[in-house]
Each structure stands twice: as structure tokens, then as C-alpha cells.
């Protein structure tokens, strides 16, 4: 009872001193008050906002019929196969929208990097603009090898279309574009789905189609695997998982795991250097952890390359870190080796010496094989190509300097990205004409002013060589070699000789292909306020390369446009991350890539089978 008694009293003045405590300091009485008022104001706020929300919703839909015209509804029908023009779109169902029907229409094919890039550029005030994609998303490639042992989720890759279009005002059109009825100005489309056809006029047509692979004449390549789509990395991840888990079986003899687990590239460029280097990382982090120890023995990983290294367009130095890191890690690196056949089951190759000549026949069982050689053209670009008639490279759209697709007179038509080609001219072919052109004494040697003048016209003529074209009277001093104070002939031939043997093929890369998007943005902006010759407006397109990345696995290599070379460390792993995060295309793909790294550095990948 005195305990209680005792209980009783210390509970009595513990409240006395909390409704004291509380009565007798206002401050806190109102504190609290305010973060109740704050509170529920928020979720009042919250509640508001979404109401709100779903009532805009429901009020932008009705009465949809009414404001859409009526040839968006029921198009008009012409063009030389006489199918129904998209003159009028089903989302121009705002007064704004009306009003951009009269301004110049700009039709862009393709849902690339340069598609994208030009996208971002365009000004949605000048031009009404129409995006024509086989695909309703923008896929970021370089990242697609990370999808097939699932580092990321395919999700993280792409973006939709119509979300990037709806930043410059346009319309977008999901189908296939098959082929152009020059004469009227129009885009023949094969529609999603049914595959109704249609035509999409235009005033500038911009064609990023991209590029397929390259067959190179082999047998068996339906035996292959490619890395262009998400669905070719959906296809390899689902192989890749279902070889492991059938090797892992009981009934699986010896013979048949080894195969199973035998994984051949063909190409040894970045593509098919970092799908080895992102299998070589699985095997190590995740096969070992949740399946049978004796599968890591059994797996193999061979490089197949055509050239004398892997990472061939790579610096000397860093294509030798790469094959030297390989080997340690266990992979067969086949170098100087031309594939013959692929069959159900093996690939057959021969391997030449340094004069080409064939030495030895070589073959290599395999579970998967993956085909990553070089570009070739789609067909919408080659068919373009042959009704133009002009068009003579086999594997790319020709044009001129600025992006036009040559044989197309008014300037109308313009091409980017893998599938298209900037000519070079032969300044070798010219040299007599430049020469006699500026040699006003006519004494067969050009002084100072008159160099000045010839390399004036050319580069007006041609203006590819301008950014290969140096200071003036360093370039008259260094070819100047008999130091007589003028140019002479031959010392202008070898001169001309340099410059186009400095004069290369861009390479078919997204970083090219991104650069050009944009300049082609930047030039049809300023087009539509300068109506005058677009040579005088703007200058030819000039690419400026800022370097090349590589994974290979917990690493990475790279060259910078600088001369700076990265090769291995941990540090170069996470330069490479952050290069390809911050070239995304929006906040949600930067968002999912940090989350999917984060996953798999806490858990692991996922190692399912869908």
C-alpha cells in the first residue's frame, strides 16, 4: 500500500508539471498549432491538386470530335500511288495548333540520336514539325550492352517520342517510312499495326534512319545475334540466362555444357568488346554466387576480329591495355581472322598473316554468337539512293557539306547519322583549275596573295576543307620547300595530296550523328529568319570529336578529343558512368539509370529468365 501510495503521488505531480509546463509556455502552444495548420494544409493542398487534376482531364477530352478538322479525320487521297495525305493531324485540335499549319512543314524520319538531337533544336515558332518512327521511344544505345546480363533494366533506357516531340509543338507518327515521291514533296508511311499506307507532305525532310548490320557475305548469320534494338538485347539476356540454367541441369552432359556455355563475338569494336566485358563481370559476380561452381570452369568467351586489334579505332596503346586485360581474364582473343560460315552450332573462320594471306582454318563451338561488323545501309536509305541515281556509295546517303542529300536540286532534303555520308571532294582533281584560277602573272608559282586567293576558293568551293585548311602563312611557309617565296605546282600538289588524305569518313557514331542533329536544328532556325542562300547563313557542318569511351569490365578506356589517353582504374569505371548519365535525354532515364547501379551494387543483377 506505501508503494502505491508512493506510485500514485509521483504520477499526480508528473502531470501537474506537464499541463503546467504546457499552459504556462506559449511559444510551444503555438508551435504546435502552426505545424498542425501546416499539416493539414498540405494534404488539403495534395487533395486539391488532384481533384483538380482529374476534373482538367476529363474537360480536355469532351467534345474532342468537334475541334479536330476534318481532313485530319478523313484525309484527301493524291500522290503518285493516289493514298491518303496526313495534310492535317488528329492533335491539331487547338486554335495554336491550326495556326503552325501555315508555317513550313519539316518532316523528320527516324527516332535516333540525330533525330533527337535536331528535335531539340528546332524552333517550334518557325516550323511545323512531324516525327516519322518505326519505334515510339528513343533508345540510348551505348548502354545497351549494361541490358543483356542485366546491369540495367531495359526500361532505363528509353524515353518516349512523343514526349520529346511534344517539346517543340509536333506530331508524331508511329510507322515505317518505305519510300518519297520527290515530285510532290511526299513521305509514303507504313502505318503500326494494320500497315494502311500514307503520305506525309513536307517543305524540309530530315532522314536519321540509322544503319543495319553488315553481312559481309556470310553464311548463317539467322544463326546470329545483333545489338541494335531493345529487342535484340532482350533476346540475348533471355538466351544468356536460359543457356546458363539448361548447362546447369543433371541430364546436361559434359559436352553439351561447354557448348552451352561457349559465347562467341564476331567484331571487335566497342559493341561487341563490351558485351564481353559486361558477360566477363555476370561471371564473376553473379554465376559464382547463384549457380554451380563447375559452370564458371566450363565458361568460355571468344573475340572473332578482322583487324590486327581489338578496339581498332582506338589508340595502338589502349587496344593493347585491352586485349592484355582479356587474356588474364580468360578470353580467347582471335585477331587477323575473317569468319567463313556460321553454322547451327560452330563458327568456321580463317586467320591471315600480316600480307593477308590465308594461313590456318579455325572453328569455335558456340551457345550464342553475337554478329557486330559494321554498317550497312536500311532499306529506305538505299532506296532513296537509287532513284536518285547519283548516289554511288554502297553503304550510305551522299551529301554535300551542309547535310543535303546530294541530287535533290532545291536543297530540301537532308540526311544525318549512320545512314548518310558527307562527300569529300578531290582537291587533286582540281589542282590545275585552282592553280591557273589564282595565278594572275600567269608565271606557273603563286606568291603570298595569290596562295591567299586560291585557298579563298577553296574554300568557298569546298567547304569540307576548312577546318583542314591551317593558318595562311603557316601553311604557304611549310610547303614553300624550296623557300623561292612562292608556291610552285608540285608544291601545290602536295599540298592538296595532304589534305585529302586528312579528309576521312566521319565515323557512324552517336556522337557524330548527335553533333549533326544539331547543326541541322541550328541551321533551319536560322534558315526561316534568312531567306537567303543557306551557304551564306550559316557555315558547313563541322565535327568536333570529344573522345571515345569503352567499358571492359569494372573499367574502362577512352581517348579525349585533347590527346589524353584513360586507361583501367576504378576511377575511369565511374568517369564512364557519369559521361553516359549526364548525355541522357531526360531526368526519369538518369533517375532509373542511378537506381538500377544502386541495385545491382546492393543486390546484384537479376538473373530471371522473362
Not at 592484355?324 to 553454322?343: C, D, E, H
Not at 526519369?588 to 538473373?607: P, V
Request: glycine residues 8%; hydrophobic residues 40%; proline residues 4%.
Amino acid at each position: 500500500m506505501p508503494f502505491l501510495t508512493a506510485a500514485r503521488r509521483v504520477s499526480q505531480v508528473a502531470l501537474r508539471r506537464y499541463y503546467s509546463s504546457n499552459t504556462t509556455d506559449p511559444a510551444r502552444k503555438h508551435a504546435r498549432r502552426a505545424i498542425w495548420t501546416v499539416g493539414t494544409l498540405a494534404v488539403g493542398a495534395f487533395g486539391v491538386y488532384y481533384l483538380r487534376q482529374d476534373i482538367e482531364y476529363i474537360g480536355i477530352a469532351q467534345d474532342a470530335h468537334k475541334a479536330v478538322p476534318s481532313l485530319a479525320l478523313h484525309p484527301e487521297k493524291g500522290g503518285a500511288k493516289d493514298l491518303p495525305i496526313v495534310s492535317h493531324q488528329l492533335d491539331d485540335d487547338k486554335p495554336e495548333a491550326m495556326q503552325r499549319l501555315t508555317k513550313p512543314r519539316v518532316v523528320v524520319v527516324g527516332g535516333g540520336w540525330g533525330a533527337v538531337a535536331a528535335l531539340r533544336q528546332i524552333d517550334p515558332d518557325e516550323y511545323n514539325v512531324t516525327l516519322i518512327s518505326d519505334n515510339n521511344y528513343f533508345l540510348y544505345t551505348p548502354l545497351l550492352p549494361s541490358c543483356t546480363v542485366g546491369t540495367l533494366e531495359m526500361r532505363s533506357l528509353l524515353e518516349p517520342l512523343r514526349k520529346l516531340v511534344a517539346r517543340v509543338k509536333g506530331h508524331f507518327l508511329e510507322g515505317t517510312a518505305v519510300d518519297i515521291d520527290l515530285d510532290n514533296k511526299f513521305v509514303e508511311v507504313v502505318g503500326v499495326g494494320k500497315g494502311d499506307r500514307f503520305y506525309v507532305p513536307y517543305d524540309k525532310l530530315l532522314i536519321a534512319v540509322g544503319s543495319t548490320s553488315i553481312t559481309h557475305g556470310v553464311e548463317g548469320l539467322e544463326h546470329t545475334f545483333r545489338l541494335k534494338t531493345i529487342q535484340d538485347a532482350m533476346a540475348v539476356r533471355r538466351k544468356v540466362t536460359r543457356n546458363v540454367e539448361r548447362a546447369a541441369l543433371p541430364t546436361t552432359s559434359p559436352e553439351e555444357r561447354k557448348q552451352l556455355l561457349s559465347f562467341v563475338v564476331c567484331g571487335g569494336g566497342p559493341t561487341g568488346v563490351e558485351f564481353a566485358a559486361e558477360l566477363y563481370d555476370w561471371m564473376n559476380e553473379d554465376l559464382v554466387k547463384w549457380f554451380p561452381k563447375i559452370l564458371r570452369e566450363d565458361i568460355s568467351v571468344t573475340i572473332i576480329q578482322s583487324r590486327d586489334h581489338i578496339l581498332n579505332t582506338f589508340d595502338v596503346q589502349i587496344s593493347e591495355y585491352a586485349e592484355r586485360r582479356f587474356s588474364r581474364a580468360g578470353m580467347n582473343i582471335v585477331t587477323n581472322a575473317r569468319v567463313l560460315r556460321i553454322l547451327e552450332d560452330k563458327v568456321i573462320y580463317k586467320i591471315k598473316n600480316a600480307d593477308g594471306e590465308k594461313v590456318a582454318f579455325g572453328e569455335v563451338p558456340y551457345g550464342l554468337c553475337m554478329w557486330s561488323t559494321g554498317i550497312a545501309m536500311t532499306p529506305f536509305a538505299r532506296n532513296l539512293a537509287e532513284k536518285l541515281g547519283k548516289q554511288v556509295h554502297q553503304r550510305a546517303i551522299q551529301t554535300d557539306p551542309y547535310c543535303r542529300v546530294l541530287g535533290i536540286s532545291d536543297g530540301s532534303m537532308y540526311a544525318i547519322g549512320d545512314c548518310a555520308t558527307i562527300k569529300n571532294p578531290k582537291l587533286l582533281e582540281h589542282i590545275m583549275e585552282i592553280f591557273e584560277a589564282n595565278d594572275e602573272n600567269n608565271d606557273g608559282s603563286l606568291t603570298l596573295e595569290e596562295f591567299a586567293k586560291a585557298v579563298g576558293t577553296m574554300r568557298k568551293r569546298f567547304p569540307f576543307t576548312q577546318q583542314h585548311l591551317g593558318k595562311l602563312v603557316t601553311m604557304f611557309h611549310e610547303y614553300d620547300v624550296d623557300k623561292s617565296g612562292t608556291i610552285e605546282v608540285d608544291e601545290m600538289r602536295q599540298m592538296l595530296s595532304d589534305i585529302d588524305k586528312k579528309m576521312t569518313q566521319l565515323p557512324a557514331t552517336a556522337q557524330v550523328a548527335s553533333q549533326q542533329g544539331t547543326y541541322i536544328g541550328k541551321l533551319l532556325n536560322k534558315a526561316a529568319k534568312d531567306r537567303s542562300d543557306i551557304e551564306d547563313v550559316v557555315g558547313p557542318f563541322q565535327y568536333r570529336h570529344l573522345g571515345t569511351l569503352a567499358y571492359l569490365g569494372n573499367t574502362a578506356v577512352g581517348e579525349f578529343g585533347w590527346g589524353y589517353k584513360m586507361m583501367g582504374g576504378l576511377w575511369a569505371q565511374y568517369l564512364w558512368r557519369s559521361v553516359y548519365w549526364s548525355k541522357q535525354v531526360s531526368m526519369r532515364t538518369r533517375i532509373n539509370l542511378s537506381i538500377d547501379w544502386t541495385k545491382r551494387a546492393l543486390f546484384g543483377r537479376d538473373i530471371s529468365t522473362v
